[in-house]
């Protein structure tokens, strides 16, 4: 177990000692931009459980807040209520099936609006902590350690605390010092999010249907609303005219192949 790296330039680093001094260094912009400091977002996955913890030891002042999607599997809230009683629950103001409705197709990796309702309306104002890591993916190993959000808010930044971490290291980082993680992660999977997420892919989304079924019939439901309320329409033409019914739009959905993408805000 080492959280510690070394290279030829920059010596002996060490990983939490690094993430917390950044934590504590831009501690008095985050409470200049809030009162309550920090705002850290907490999906309640391995790399949250990590920020949250540091957060907690390098002893800045902040809030943690969890973004309910509607689709969330439940053995993730279940471990949020056990073990984050102080975490916040910011509830959307909409669900996933009334947006499927709404615009009439289904999330895909190309046009992910659900994130935008659903997970990324909260830290306006603040100076937001999160999980990402370059290891993750092509587009994420262009994020920075500190960033500002000027797509959604202005007046926003963020902060990448562990952003140099591997996957390994986050896994070390719980065994040091004993944190709980949710029980998927025994069960194989390695992120944890939405059920039924684009980004997880036609095989990563067949076994999350296979493990909840029931999400797999809402989908269903909602994409025969939304077939519903294509019929008549312009945009009801070309391939997507073989969505006669909410089984061919989920057959299509589950054909697709997701862009490598940066994922959502606060995942």
């Known amino acids: 177990m080492s959280l510690v790296r070394n290279d030829l330039f920059n010596g002996r680093t060490d990983l939490v000692e690094t993430a917390m001094e950044r934590l504590r260094f831009y501690e008095g912009l985050a409470l200049q931009m809030h009162p309550d400091g920090f705002y850290v977002a907490d999906s309640g ?117 562990i952003i140099e971490w591997s996957e390994n290291d986050v896994w070390d980082y719980h065994d040091r010092y004993d944190l709980p993680h949710c029980c998927l992660y025994d069960e194989g999977f390695s992120r944890i999010g939405c059920v039924g997420c684009p980004c997880a892919g036609p095989k990563g989304m067949a076994k999350e249907f296979e493990r909840w079924p029931g999400y797999r019939d809402r989908y269903i439901k909602a994409f025969g609303k939304a077939v519903a309320r294509r019929r008549g329409k312009n945009e009801y033409d070309g391939e997507h005219a073989k969505w006669t019914d909410g089984q061919a739009m989920f057959d299509w959905w589950m054909r697709q192949t997701p862009e490598d993408g940066d994922g959502p805000l606060f995942g």
């Open 45 to 161: 996955g391995k790399d949250s459980t990590v920020i949250v913890d540091l957060c907690e030891r390098a002893g800045v002042k902040h809030t943690c807040h969890f973004h309910p999607t509607t689709v969330d599997p439940p053995e993730l809230l279940r471990f949020l209520r056990r073990n984050r009683p102080d975490t916040q629950w910011d509830k959307p103001t909409t669900t996933m099936w009334n947006l499927i409705e709404k615009k009439m197709m289904p999330p895909t990796g190309l046009i992910r609006y659900c994130c935008q309702y659903l997970k990324e309306g909260g830290g306006r104002g603040r100076f937001v902590v999160l999980g990402v890591r370059w290891q993750e993916s092509a587009r994420r190993k262009r994020r920075q350690m500190v960033e500002a959000c000027y797509k959604k808010d202005s007046n926003r930044r963020l902060i990448n605390p």
